[in-house]
């Protein structure tokens, strides 16, 4: 098994039932969060940690993403022509990503869940170790989080999840590590995940958020998964289960993420992620902080 980690899978074949009706006719991975679409923000974070293999996961409807990171020499050799190098410029720039990151599309096929389009991609990937990050996760980090989690796969050559510290009253939103050894630099060595627990339960104040290292072993526990989901056609696929069942027996680590995580995945959430990039915006920050207060001041304008 490779020593480090070149490849990465982005499922993005999700509905976005929770953004309905926005996302009817647009994707939520193309939902714009400051000037770029959500998932250019994944696909620049893994070019940014040397990834040199994306594989996006995609449904039906969701040709926009691959016309936003498809090269387009037309448009623009026409806004060079028009003298609009800037938007020439920035046109390209997202073309190159494509040829950066080796971006490649996979239908996915198979039961419902998370775990499926990590299977799916994962037939074309041997013996060789994956990141799995989802597309409407956004993170701001001086080292991005994928490199993070690259780091500490380098570090024990096993399965790696995403932690960032939680309030214990949010329990219910997460699945939560159970810890066995608190190692050096937020290096966690896990047993399993306990999902949505209730405060009281919960075995550690740490949630598991988007962002993994996944390994043949975890593709495995998927694919004893899907075998059982055929056999019973119940239930779905999910890769915490399939880690879950791993680390019963086997290492997992957590990597305690520094950095900030935006969820865009539902309303207010999405809203959320949007106003704090528009807000970090040098250009447009100063102006929405005073429009900003002006709308939170009661008092009428004369």
């Known amino acids: 098994m490779s020593t480090t980690i070149h490849r990465a899978v982005i499922p993005a074949a999700g509905l976005g039932s929770r953004l309905l009706p926005l996302t009817k006719a647009t994707p939520k991975e193309m939902l714009p969060v400051g000037d770029k679409p959500v998932i250019e923000h994944t696909v620049r974070e893994l070019v940014a940690s040397g990834i040199t293999d994306i594989t996006i996961v995609v449904s039906g409807g969701k040709g926009l993403i691959q016309d936003h990171f498809r ?54 990937f041997g013996d060789e170790p994956m990141l799995v990050l989802w597309p409407d996760d956004v993170f701001v980090a001086g080292t991005p989080r994928a490199q993070q989690l690259i780091r500490a796969y380098e570090a024990t050559s096993c399965p790696v999840l995403a932690l960032m510290p939680m309030n214990p009253v949010d329990s219910h939103r997460y699945g939560v590590p159970v810890v066995k050894e608190n190692l050096n630099d937020g290096l966690l060595r896990i047993t399993g995940l306990v999902e949505k627990p209730k405060p009281q339960d919960a075995p550690s104040a740490y949630a598991a958020i ?18 059982r989901w055929y056999e019973h056609r119940t239930g779905e696929v999910y890769l915490t289960d399939a880690i879950n069942a791993y680390a019963g027996s086997r290492a997992v680590y957590g990597q305690v993420i520094e ?44």
């Open 71 to 124: 090269p387009n020499p037309t448009l623009v050799a026409q806004l060079r022509a028009d003298g609009r190098t800037a938007y020439a410029d920035a046109v390209e720039e997202v073309g190159e990503l494509s040829r950066l990151g080796h971006i490649t599309y996979l239908d996915q096929h198979g039961p419902y869940g998370n775990g499926t389009p990590v299977l799916n991609a994962a037939r074309n």
């Open 210 to 227: 988007g962002g993994y290292v996944v390994t043949p072993g975890i593709v495995d526990e998927l694919r004893r998964q899907t075998e």
């Open 259 to 302: 950095g900030k995580w935006y969820d865009t995945g539902n309303p207010l959430a999405y809203l959320t992620a949007q106003f704090a990039a528009a807000l970090a915006d040098p250009e447009y920050g100063p102006h929405l902080r005073r429009l900003a207060q002006g709308i939170g001041d009661p008092t009428p304008s004369a």
